[in-house]
């Protein structure tokens, strides 16, 4: 059984939403996210990570027999309709289970401004609905500003990739204090495999990099999740999955990677967050 392997968590934004600067496919259609779940199942993968905020993807996923899968889900901030505690029964209901092995907020900076919505958290972990919690975050400042307000998470996911390394310093600093640590974005949704000729100028000062790197490394893609995956501080690398065969094929990818050379320089948060992207 490959270590590696083991700390591969599978990402499921695209079973209920078409995701990513990349995608071509759109949604994964029902079936083969079956496939794809048995896969996992065959590579001893055991979390999977999704949210209410995922289209349909919980109740896509509750289709299928989650018994062997640790699963990690999101909420939003409440409303009148929609309290955390709605939102947790709802994501219990269409993934039909009865516990969560995570629950996180989608938005941490409301959370840090409503604490109560913590304690509640604490209450679910009280009640055994979950068994960890935490925040799933875009920005280091998101993370400072929670940690300030003495809120100390069990779980946090970042996003972390072989360009974005904004948060390496705080996920070693939690990890000493027992925090589970998730990364997310390993080809920065695709844009790492993008032909350069068809990229906005926007990313003028990526596109250098990414051609160097598509012409010297022979499997990239096995590059650049190794990179993530040798890191001691990280616990489990989010692997965004289309379909079957793009999975599979990314699991073959780890076990004739390259090394990626040395990163010369530190670039721009502004472009290594996808939501800033035209």
């Not at 998730?182 to 032909?195: C, E, I, K, P």
């Not at 926007?202 to 590059?223: C, H, M, R």
């Not at 501080?233 to 990626?260: P, R």
Request: aromatic share 8%; with cysteine.
């Amino acid at each position: 059984m490959d270590e590696k392997t083991l700390k591969i968590g599978l990402g499921t934004v695209q079973f209920g939403t078409q995701y990513g600067i990349s995608n071509r496919s759109g949604q994964t259609p029902a079936g083969e996210v079956s496939k794809v779940l048995k896969l996992a199942r065959q590579n001893s993968i055991t979390l999977i990570d999704t949210a209410s905020a995922y289209g349909d993807a919980e109740k896509v996923l509750g289709q299928n027999d989650l018994s062997a899968f640790r699963i990690v889900s999101k909420f939003l901030p409440p409303d009148d309709n929609q309290t955390v505690l709605v939102q947790l029964k709802q994501s219990l209901r269409d993934l039909g289970v009865e516990s969560l092995y995570g629950y996180l907020a989608h938005r941490p900076i409301h959370l840090a401004d409503h604490l109560s919505i913590w304690e509640e958290l604490k209450s679910f972990k009280k009640k055994g609905l979950v068994e960890k919690i935490g925040f799933s975050l875009n920005t280091p400042e998101e993370l400072k500003y929670l940690l300030q307000k003495n809120v100390f998470p069990d779980l946090v996911q970042v996003p972390f990739n072989y360009f974005d390394r904004r948060f390496k310093d705080l996920m070693i600093e939690l990890k000493k204090k027992g925090c589970e640590i998730h990364t997310r974005s390993a080809f920065l949704q695709g844009l790492f495999f993008m032909d350069i000729e068809q990229l906005d100028p926007y990313f003028s000062e990526l596109i250098p990099l990414i051609d160097d790197l598509q012409v010297k490394i022979g499997n990239l893609q096995g590059a650049l999740l190794n990179f993530v995956l040798e890191q001691p501080f990280i616990d489990t690398l989010v692997m965004g999955v289309e379909n079957s065969d793009q999975f599979a094929e990314n699991l073959e990818s780890l076990t004739k990677a390259d090394t990626l050379p040395k990163l010369e320089k530190d670039l721009p948060a502004t472009i290594l967050t996808p939501s800033n992207w035209p």
